[in-house]
């Protein structure tokens, strides 16, 4: 399985970014895909996931009201929306796949198999 995520950049407070990553490979349809974030000098931390099994979507607290996720399941690719950025957003963001995931773990980065690469992004004041 490979993850292939884009859209990051360097943008100002208050603008918007969206995120996308597209699966590739074999696995499981029941997946969770999903988004983490490491802010520099900090440990990963989760911002949000898709369930494929209906649908749903789960963010963390500090995201939420201002990231959305979305999916396109044909093309088995996630997006992030990223709106009224601010610095504390600026991280390396990766997406994550795991097939073998129940809900409760949907925030636990160790029970995702499969990573992306990573891709910056700065909010500059």
């Known amino acids: 399985v490979q993850l292939q995520a884009s859209g990051g950049g360097l943008v100002q407070i208050g603008a918007s970014l969206r995120l996308s990553c597209t699966a590739s490979?074999?696995?499981?349809?029941?997946?969770?895909m999903g988004w983490f974030r490491q802010p520099p000098g900090k440990e990963r931390e989760f911002v949000g996931t898709f369930r494929r099994s209906g649908g749903y979507t789960y963010y963390a607290d500090s995201v939420k009201g201002r990231f959305t996720i979305s999916s396109d399941i044909a093309k088995n690719t996630v997006y992030l929306q990223m709106n009224s950025l601010k610095p504390e957003d600026t991280a390396v963001y990766y997406c994550a796949l795991g097939d073998r995931i129940i809900l409760s773990e949907h925030a636990n980065p160790q029970r995702y198999e499969y990573w992306g690469q990573g891709t910056l992004v700065t909010v500059s004041s």
């Open positions: 490979g074999s696995f499981q349809r029941s997946y969770y």
